[in-house]
């Protein structure tokens, strides 16, 4: 089982980027998906969530902003980040909380580098 974000780059203040998360492996069900956040000298937070009936939560600092997605047929999450602040530069990492043929529970995706300049 593989979690493989993607997305992430430099972009100015006000800009977007849509970060991927794809799950790779023999895949029996995939439950809640989120994406977390660190920033550097700063704990690792959650930025949305989203369960496999398409609830979602997302974190007071990005509600507006950020829109967390899924698409189950393609066992990937989406986070779409409009409106970005510098404040939001961070090491964005998925998790996934899933049933495989070699694991049940939470797996991390590898992170992906969000840079937002002022």
């Known amino acids: 089982v593989q979690l493989q974000a993607s997305g992430g780059g430099l972009v100015q203040a006000g800009g977007s980027l849509r970060l991927s998360c794809a799950v790779s492996?023999?895949?029996?069900?995939?439950?809640?998906m989120g994406w977390y956040r660190q920033a550097p000298g700063k704990q690792r937070e959650l930025v949305a969530a989203?369960?496999?009936?398409?609830?979602?939560n997302h974190a007071d600092s990005v509600k507006g902003r950020f829109t967390i997605s899924r698409d189950n047929a393609k066992n990937t999450m989406y986070l779409q980040m409009n409106s970005l602040k510098p404040e939001d530069t961070a090491v964005y990492y998925c998790?996934?909380?899933?049933?495989?043929?070699?694991?049940?529970?939470?797996?991390w995706g590898h992170g992906t580098l969000v840079t937002v300049s002022s």
């Open positions: 989203i369960t496999s009936g398409g609830d979602t």
């Open positions: 492996g023999t895949i029996y069900s995939i439950n809640t």
């Open positions: 998790n996934a909380d899933l049933v495989s043929w070699s694991v049940v529970g939470i797996e």
